[in-house]
């Protein structure tokens, strides 16, 4: 398995409370991405990273923010959590070296399942 | 905006059988059209992938066929077995982001 780690990996929080969830890897990938998992909506895109301090809004950013600090963390922050944040949530690393950046395989974390109550 | 439909949304398959799930896309830009598995509790991981100046791509049981006129790309399994019970995601990048279809649930019953 590709080194990356999420933390936690249950969660139950009250609504407008504010959460964090980490992504970590040991693989020096530049490319880092958060996924949220529904049923029947497949994964969706929240927000990605293509280096430190470099971030990027996804399909679904809304009620999310990211920061990355250093290569192997990437966090994902719901500022005040709703009900409809209630999800599983991914985290995927990929190695572009730039030149062939297109044809790189993303490696998932074992996921984070959030509960919003 | 659907950027890619999957389909079926569920398959059931005789051990042994063929497992054909379809994509199609809109976008004629996205250049790489990699195949995910994920079995439950566990994350997505590649299975196999094609670029597409490639119509076919076989990697032992798996097979991806691609109509780039089409805007279409399969995934085929040969002689399914119920090893291969798990959820499958087609995808289709540009310039490292790939959009996901909705996913396949593939029953293989002994």
């Known amino acids: 398995d590709a080194g990356i780690t999420q933390s936690p990996r249950h969660k139950v929080t009250e609504t407008g409370t504010p959460v964090t969830l980490r992504c970590h890897q040991t693989?020096?990938?530049?490319?880092m991405y958060w996924y949220r998992q529904d049923p029947g909506h497949g994964l969706r895109l929240i927000h990605y990273?293509?280096?430190?301090?470099?971030?990027d809004k996804g399909e679904v950013s809304d009620g999310y923010s990211v920061s990355r600090s250093k290569t192997e963390d990437f966090l994902l922050t719901l500022e005040s959590a709703t009900s409809s944040q209630t999800s599983v949530y991914f985290c995927?690393?990929?190695?572009?070296?730039?030149?062939?950046?297109?044809?790189?395989?993303?490696?998932f974390g074992p996921g984070t399942r959030l509960t919003v109550l | 905006q659907q950027q890619v439909k999957q389909s079926p949304q569920s398959l059931i398959v005789q051990k042994g059988g063929i497992s054909i799930i379809n994509c199609a896309y809109e976008?004629?830009?996205?250049?790489?059209f990699p195949w995910y598995q994920q079995f439950p509790g566990k994350g997505p991981a590649l299975l196999i992938a094609?670029?597409?100046?490639?119509s076919e791509k076989k990697e032992g049981r798996f097979t991806i066929s691609f109509n780039k006129s089409a805007k279409q790309f399969s995934l085929h399994i040969m002689d399914s077995q119920p090893g291969d019970s798990a959820t499958y995601f087609c995808?289709?990048?540009?310039?490292?982001?790939?959009?996901f279809g909705r996913g396949t649930s593939l029953i293989v019953h002994p």
């Open positions: 995927a690393i990929s190695g572009s070296s730039g030149g062939l950046s297109s044809y790189n395989e993303q490696f």
């Open positions: 693989e020096n990938h530049r490319y």
């Open positions: 990273s293509y280096g430190v301090k470099d971030t």
């Open positions: 976008n004629t830009a996205f250049d790489y």
């Open positions: 094609i670029r597409p100046d490639v």
């Open positions: 995808a289709a990048s540009l310039a490292d982001i790939p959009t």
